[in-house]
């Protein structure tokens, strides 16, 4: 049985950077188990925010493994994210994992991959996940036609990834780095 399906998305502008994701869990790409999981959260002493897509389990082994790269270089976001990717892609097990990850602090925002990729966006927003490109599209277009603020757009773009993608609900939850 396995367990996936959802948005992230991070939107950072004027000096605030939001995380905002999804509730629903899918099973198989057929049936909603669960429609208010939280897949994002904060860790590192409240100063980091992650969000996750992909399998549950897997999402949550690297979540892990991410909070134990911040305490052992002490919080330092992009080191944790670069030598998180260095792990899951060196780890035979690790390299299993099928989960992507945007991690941000106040100052940084990076999505983090099994193939070794940490990838600060271009634009100020960034989004993974089944409904992630039609967030990041949504976003892209609030940010450079609005004044809203980054909390505003994370909100109204995961609202219109919701009512495109089946496997992405309107159970939003917004963390501000």
């Known amino acids: 049985m396995k367990l996936e399906g959802t948005t992230i998305i991070g939107v950072r502008r004027d000096g605030q950077t939001v995380i905002a994701g999804d509730g629903q869990v899918t099973q198989n790409q057929q049936v909603i188990m669960k429609g208010n999981a939280r897949k994002v959260r904060r860790v590192y002493n409240d100063s980091v925010v992650l969000g996750f897509a992909g ?3 897997d999402a949550f082994t690297l979540s892990e493994r991410f909070e134990e790269m911040l305490n052992k ?3 330092n976001l992009m080191r944790s994210a670069v030598e998180l990717a260095m792990l899951w892609r060196g ?3 690790l390299r299993q994992l099928e989960a992507l990850m945007i991690v941000a602090d106040k100052k940084d925002m990076f999505i983090v991959s099994g193939s070794g990729d940490v990838i600060e966006p271009e634009h100020s927003v960034c989004a993974i996940g089944s409904g992630g490109n039609y967030a990041l599209a949504a ?3 609030l940010l450079e036609n609005t004044d809203m603020t980054a909390e505003q757009i ?3 773009a995961m609202h219109i990834a919701s009512d495109i993608c089946i496997f992405t609900n ?3 939850v917004v963390e501000v780095a």
Do not use: M, W
Request: proline share 0%; aromatic share 6%; net charge positive.
């Open 55 to 57: 399998s549950v389990a």
């Open 154 to 156: 994370a909100r109204e």
């Open 139 to 141: 976003g892209r277009a």
């Open 73 to 75: 270089y002490s919080g």
């Open 91 to 93: 780890d035979r097990n």
């Open 170 to 172: 309107s159970n939003i």
